[in-house]
C-alpha cells in the first residue's frame, strides 16, 4: 500500500426527504435568470438595436431621427429595466407554474409595465388626452405583446435545446464510462488470478479492493466526483498492482492539501495511472516510479502521471489508448475548452497532464 492516505465525507440527501421533490427548482425555469449582469445587458443591447430599426424607419430625413431615438431609447429601456427586475424578484414563483401560465403571467407584468410607462410619458408629453393618446398607447402594447411572445419562444426553444443537450451528454458520458470499465475488469482480473494459488489471503484483499474499485465505477449517475475520491481509487488500483509488481514499483505521491472536494469526472486520474504501469514500469526488469502531483495555480488544478519512457519497440496498449480518448472527450464535454489533456516526454520521462478549472463537486 502507498504511503498516503485521504479520507471524504460525502454529504448525501436522503431519498425520503422533500426537499427537491415536490417543488421545482428555479433553475429548470425556462426564462434565464434575468437577475444576472450578462443577461440584463443582452436585453438592453437587443432593445436598443431594436429602437435603433425603427428610428431608422421612422426617419423622414436623413438615415435616422435621432429625436425619435432618444425619447424611445428612454421608453424602451426603462420599461426592459423594470420588467426584468419583476421577473427576477417573482422568479422562484413563476418557477413553480406551468409553462403556460407562466407564460401567460410574464406577458401580464410586460404588459402593465409598459402601460405604466406609457401613460406617465404621454402624459408628461401629452397633458391633454384624447383618442390618440389611447391609440398610442394601444400600438405600444401591441408591439409589446408581440416582442415579449417572440422573446419567451425563443427563450422556450434554447431551454428545450439546452435539455436535448445535456441529456445527450449524459448518455455519451455513461457510454464512455462504460468502456473503460471491461477494460479495467479485464487487467484486474489477470492480477488476481495469478495470486490465487501462490498467496490466497493477498488475493482475498485484492478482490475487496476490486469490489470498492467496481463500486465506484458502476456509480455511472454522477458526472463529476470530489478529487479525494478520485484519489482513493488510484490507492487501491496501486495496492492491487503493487502485489502483482512487488519492489518493482515505487510511488511518489505529491498531493497539494486543500483540494480534497476539487471536481473530476469519476475514472479520470485511474486510467491515467494505469497506463503509466503499463507502459513504463512493466515492460522494464528493474520497475521504476510513477509519480502522481496534484496542485492548484490560479483558477485550475492541475494533475499529473509521471513515469519513466516507455521503450519505443513497446507496443501500445489498445485498451489505454481509447482510455485516454475517452478522458479527453469527457473533460471536453464537461468543462470545454478550460479543461486540456496533454503529454510530454522530458529527460526519460513521460508525463501527462490534466489542467481542470477549479471547481467544487457538489
Known amino acids: 500500500m502507498p504511503q498516503y492516505s485521504i479520507l471524504t465525507t460525502v454529504k448525501e ?14 433553475t429548470d425555469f425556462y426564462v434565464p435568470d434575468l437577475c444576472r449582469v450578462r443577461a440584463v445587458f443582452l436585453l438592453l443591447v437587443t432593445s436598443e438595436l ?6 431608422i424607419v421612422q426617419a423622414e430625413r436623413g438615415w435616422i431621427d435621432w429625436n425619435y431615438f432618444g425619447l424611445l431609447s428612454l421608453f424602451v429601456q426603462w420599461t426592459t ?19 403556460a401560465r407562466a407564460t401567460l403571467a410574464i406577458v401580464v407584468i410586460v404588459l402593465l409595465d409598459v402601460l405604466a410607462f406609457s401613460l406617465f410619458a404621454d ?8 383618442v390618440a393618446l ?47 470499465q471491461p477494460h479495467f475488469l479485464f487487467n484486474s482480473m489477470n492480477t488476481i488470478a495469478s495470486l490465487i494459488a501462490s498467496n490466497p489471503e493477498q488475493a482475498e484483499e485484492a478482490v475487496l479492493d476490486l469490489s470498492e474499485l467496481f463500486r465506484a465505477s458502476l456509480r455511472t449517475d454522477d458526472q463529476l466526483v470530489p478529487l479525494s475520491r478520485e484519489l482513493e481509487l488510484c490507492q487501491r ?34 486510467p491515467l495511472v494505469e497506463n503509466a504501469i503499463y507502459h513504463g514500469i512493466q515492460p522494464r526488469p528493474e520497475g521504476g516510479t510513477v509519480r502522481i502531483e496534484v496542485y492548484g495555480k490560479g483558477h485550475f488544478v492541475y494533475l499529473m502521471v509521471q513515469n519513466p519512457k516507455p521503450e519505443s519497440s513497446n507496443r501500445q496498449h489498445q485498451g489505454n489508448q481509447v482510455a485516454l480518448v475517452n478522458i479527453q472527450a469527457r473533460l471536453q464535454a464537461l468543462f470545454g475548452e478550460p479543461a486540456v489533456l496533454k503529454h510530454s516526454h522530458q529527460h526519460n520521462i513521460y508525463t501527462v497532464t490534466l489542467r481542470l ?6
Open 50 to 55: 431594436f429602437v435603433l430599426v425603427l428610428s
Open 13 to 26: 440527501t436522503p431519498l425520503g426527504t422533500d426537499k427537491g421533490i415536490n417543488k421545482k427548482d428555479s
Open 237 to 270: 488500483y496501486l495496492a492491487i498492482e503493487a502485489l502483482r509488481l512487488g519492489d518493482r514499483l515505487k510511488l511518489d505521491w505529491d498531493i497539494q492539501p486543500g483540494l480534497e472536494q476539487q471536481a473530476i469526472p469519476p475514472l479520470t486520474l485511474q
Open 123 to 130: 402624459n408628461v408629453l401629452h397633458p391633454q388626452p384624447g
Open 134 to 180: 389611447w391609440q398610442g398607447i394601444a400600438k405600444k402594447l401591441l408591439v409589446a405583446l408581440l416582442i415579449v411572445l417572440m422573446v419567451l419562444r425563443y427563450f422556450y426553444l434554447q431551454d428545450q435545446w439546452q435539455q436535448q443537450r445535456e441529456a445527450e451528454m449524459q448518455a455519451r458520458l455513461t457510454s464512455l464510462q462504460a468502456r473503460i
Open 357 to 362: 478549472p477549479a471547481r467544487t463537486a457538489s
Open 81 to 99: 429595466l423594470t420588467s426584468a427586475a419583476l421577473i427576477c424578484l417573482l422568479r422562484p414563483w413563476l418557477a413553480q407554474m406551468s409553462v
